[in-house]
């Protein structure tokens, strides 16, 4: 295990009631990411209990994923206090129903990571996961940066991940809520990462 590669990068976890997202938080916090879990204040309080147990913790942001105006807001405020993820990381299973997707167009983080459903035989699952490079392995490499063909795939744990790049932000926004209410467009800042690190993230397993 090559540890801390992703000190440094903040990442946003949601789908926090899915099994999956304990390991995902535990393996990011292992590799020494600035790890924050975003939903409903059940899940974020139960979130906490379960980390307790392992002397872990997150920062909790509370907020009610299926309200358009909540999202919006808490969107304004992160981005207020220069406080925009690197990399969003969804560990539900809804698809292209993840409430978690309206926030991301409103977030704009570099790089998107989206649960992969599993529903195969559990060998060619494996073949698939040995096949597919680890978050850590990703960004240590600066692989997103290549001028290969494009990484889909990354694996947290033992969990794979399907990839989008975001940063789309006003355009993006626009297509989820064409209505005159939506937040307005300003310049979305995120801190730096450390230097001899991309600026915004990438993607991979971490163990």
Known sequence: MHSNRLAGLKLMVAGLSALASRQ???SLLAAGADVACVGGEADTAQLQRDLGLY???VRPLPVDLESLS???LFAANLQARNDLPHIMVCCCAGGKQC???VLSAYLSPPLFLHLISRDGRPVIERLFDLATR???SIIG???IFSTGAPIRRAMIGRNAFAIERRGQ???AI???NPGPGRLSHHRRSRAAAPAGRPPHGDHGRVQ
């Open 99 to 101: 409430p978690s997707t």
């Open 55 to 57: 002397g872990l913790t």
């Open 24 to 26: 995902v938080i535990c």
């Open 169 to 171: 932000g006003r355009s």
């Open 141 to 143: 490499r600066r692989l």
């Open 134 to 136: 680890d978050l850590q």
């Open 174 to 176: 626009r297509r989820l």
């Open 70 to 72: 909540e999202v919006r």
